[in-house]
Each structure stands twice: as C-alpha cells, then as structure tokens.
C-alpha cells in the first residue's frame, strides 16, 4: 500500500499507519486525511506516543506519507526505538526530537545524564515527582 512512488492522485493512500490503541499521533489520522499530498511532505509538530510511557515530538517539519508508525515506533518502560528499516520511518529519524519518557521516580539525575551522553542524546530535564525524563535526541 505504502509503496514509492504515490499516487499524487490519491492522499489517502499514503497517510500514515497507525492503529494500536495505546499510542496516538498528532496530529491525527483525521487530521492528516485533510492535507494534500504536498502538505504531508512538510507536517509540523509531530508527535508520535504511548499513554503511560512516552512520547516523540519532532522539532523540524517531516515527511509522513507511507510511515508505519506500527511496525516502525517503539515506546516502552525507560525506551524509545525507531526503526528505520521499517514502515518508511527513515523519513523520522534524521530530524531532531524531544523525547519525553517514564523512566522511574526518584532515579539519580547524574546517572540519567550519562546515560544520555552514552546514547547520544542530550539530557534536558528530570522531573522525580512523576519519573519523566526529557531528552533531546538528533538522529535515530
């Protein structure tokens, strides 16, 4: 379905797929089904994530059409992934993101923040009240 070229002819056949319950994408399918198929070249604001666990915010406009958001995103207890091999996400993972994740209450904030130069992000913020650690990610 999702196979390059598209058919300029038709947007909704290459929106995104999304359709696990627990994550969300905003904006939304809805939401995307009203853009032309240029507008989806460039949405702004993009975020992709999972209730109780996290959520990816892209910080530059991005290409949407033809991502599995399914097979491509991974949000999980204290991790993210995003597979670029998968559901076209290499349109995703070149682009900055914040990454907003339930790490765990009370962590040491000094071993949040090697941990994050270890994997190349870079640590913005710990908040231990609610165990959510944000990051700023470059590439995926």
């Not at 994530?49 to 995103?73: H, T």
Request: hydrophobic share 40%; with cysteine.
């Amino acid at each position: 379905r999702h196979d390059l070229p598209f058919d300029e002819d038709d947007p909704l056949d290459y929106l995104p797929v999304q359709t696990r319950d627990d994550y969300y994408l905003s904006p939304s399918i809805a939401e995307l089904s009203r853009l032309t198929s240029h507008e989806l070249t460039m949405v702004e604001d993009l975020k992709i994530g999972r209730r109780g666990y996290g959520e990816i915010v892209w910080l530059q406009p991005v290409d949407v059409r033809g991502i599995n958001v399914d097979e491509s995103v991974l949000i999980d207890v204290a991790a993210v992934e995003l597979d670029p091999r998968k559901g076209r996400a290499e349109m995703l993972g070149n682009v900055p993101t914040k990454v907003s994740l339930q790490v765990g209450k009370d962590l040491n904030v000094d071993v949040l923040v090697n941990q994050c130069k270890s994997n190349g992000s870079k640590f913005l913020s710990y908040q231990a009240s609610t165990g959510v650690l944000l990051m700023e990610v470059v590439f995926f």
